[in-house]
């Protein structure tokens, strides 16, 4: 008799210490899984702040060439236009903002494209360019959480402000 009873508290011993390592690894599982979101998400806004300026800003240094950099409309989007010449044919580099998504198209200068025919290269919320005086290029970037960045970057072939 007493030989089941300490039996009996045994199996409730082990089964409970068993219930107690299944429910630490679930609650160990959930909370790890809801870190995981949250850096994502951190990675993406990181991404999205530091990533974009410094694409449009090398995009913009490397292109820097008397009359190649200027700013205007593309099918409703502010956009941003880079000319080069490569073996005599003029192309165009254009990089704006559509549907909440950063986009660049590269083309022969001319050709007939529309917004959705670039390439995507990063989620944010808006973009703009603009030109508020001759060689100084003046970018906002809304992102996808809302958090503005401004970038004023004066290109060397534009003379002096």
Known sequence: MK???LTSVSVVAVLFLYLLFIGSAAVSLFLGTKAQGSLEVLSMHS???????AFIAEKL???DDIGAIYTGDFSGSSALFIESSLDGVLYTD???GYDGRLF???CEKGALFSREDGAQLALLGTVSFSEPKTGLIHVVITGSDGE???LDIFLRSGGEL
């Open 3 to 5: 030989g089941s009873k």
């Open 61 to 63: 240094r490397e292109s």
């Open 94 to 96: 254009m990089i704006y």
């Open 104 to 106: 660049e198209l590269f």
């Open 148 to 150: 503005k960045t401004t």
């Open 47 to 53: 991404f999205e702040a530091r990533t974009i300026p």
